[in-house]
T-cell receptor, first 116, second 114 residues
Framework: GNSVTQMEGPVTLSEEAFLTINCTYT??????LFWYVQYPGEGLQLLLK?????DKGSNKGFEATYRKETTSFHLEKGSVQVSDSAVYFC???????????????FGQGTILTVHP | GAGVSQSPRYKVAKRGQDVALRCDPI?????LFWYQQALGQGPEFLTY????????KSGLPSDRFFAERPEGSVSTLKIQRTQQEDSAVYLC????????????FGSGTRLTVV
């Protein structure tokens, strides 16, 4: 079946540090890949996405590149801010036929804390 | 409203009690999903509706879980005879056409079974 594995957390960084959160996946076919973010007390929000190999998703200074050869979709940001403190989820949607209709498989989440 | 509204935000139930969790999706959103998020884990799919039709309920963990969306708008997730392992945050998401890029998630209902 489909699965998503994220790096162990939590991750604690100082402001302006470089961020990497690793994500690898297992899926049949060619899934679409997503990063969601959950700020304290709020619902999950889509951060970025990529729908095919070598696509780069980007938003708010975050980037992730769909690497089919390594089945990875690592999240990066060059300079984190305190306001980036949140839980980050990697997710995939399988594109196997007409029954996928948007059902997502999530990783376990990575807690990011950024200190001033 | 502008977002997906879930109620209650918090629910404490005694083991064996029945509970009902409500989701008000964004008006006009055809697709509606329920996910279960255990502590420290990512959300796991429970069930999917397209309008009033429940097209996939493969993620419901047992026959104690039941979901409905009778008029294609508001949805209710019902859990009968709650057990401690049912303790989790239950998330609802809606979208125009079932595409994750268009999902809007609610803030969830945190269920604690004691």
């Amino acid at each position: 079946g489909n699965s998503v594995t994220q790096m162990e957390g939590p991750v604690t960084l100082s402001e302006e540090a470089f961020l990497t959160i690793n994500c690898t996946y297992t899926a049949t076919g060619y899934p679409s890949l997503f990063w969601y973010v959950q700020y304290p007390g709020e619902g999950l929000q889509l951060l970025l996405k990529a729908t095919k190999a070598d696509d780069k998703g980007s938003n708010k200074g975050f980037e992730a590149t769909y690497r089919k050869e390594t089945t990875s979709f690592h999240l990066e940001k060059g300079s984190v801010q305190v306001s980036d403190s949140a839980v980050y989820f990697c997710a995939l949607r399988a594109n196997a036929g007409g029954t996928s209709y948007g059902k997502l498989t999530f990783g376990q989440g990575t807690i990011l804390t950024v200190h001033p | 409203g502008a977002g997906v509204s879930q109620s209650p935000r918090y629910k404490v139930a005694k083991r064996g009690q029945d509970v009902a969790l409500r989701c008000d999706p964004i008006s006009g959103h055809v697709s509606l999903f329920w996910y279960q998020q255990a502590l420290g884990q990512g959300p796991e799919f429970l069930t999917y509706f397209q309008n009033e039709a429940q097209l996939d309920k493969s993620g419901l963990p047992s026959d104690r879980f039941f979901a409905e969306r009778p008029e294609g708008s508001v949805s209710t997730l019902k859990i009968q005879r709650t057990q401690q392992e049912d303790s989790a945050v239950y998330l609802c998401a809606s979208s125009l056409a079932g595409q994750p890029a268009g999902y809007t998630f609610g803030s969830g209902t945190r269920l604690t079974v004691v």
